[in-house]
């Protein structure tokens, strides 16, 4: 993309999304201290905090809290079982289990990941994506 491209497709988005560019002249003009995530989770800015950060920081704190409210509770479902979990990457909870039962627990992640957005994000429906493969690097 061009940088004429760029500033197209930016200038476009905003005529698009009134509410958006709203959102940001008025954290132009009004810069918060303080912000939270649609948990509640309260966090600070720093003085050097610019727009990108008082925009992103809610957004992927949200986020963050989704995939940590989806992973106890999918180590809570998990227990006794023989299927692990063997790290997160993101927004992403890896897991290894039994061939035989990959289906059965990929689809309780899913549900398990929808119910812990569902929760936070009450007002937009959220769809969780699954893949089985041999690794990470497979999928």
Known sequence: MTTEEASQFYRRSFEAYT???QWHESL?????????TLAGRKFLYSEKTGLPGYCNTPVQGTA???????????ARRLIGTDTYIIGMVHDEILMECPEAKADDFAQMLK??????????????P??????????????
């Open 111 to 124: 549900s398990t990941m929808e119910q812990a957005a569902n929760s936070i994000l009450d007002l937009v």
């Open 64 to 74: 963050a809290d989704i995939a940590k409210k989806a992973l106890g509770k999918m």
């Open 28 to 36: 132009k003009k009004s810069p918060p201290k303080v912000g939270y």
């Open 19 to 21: 509410g958006i560019k």
């Open 126 to 139: 959220s769809e969780a994506e699954v893949t089985i493969a041999e690794n990470w690097a497979a999928k």
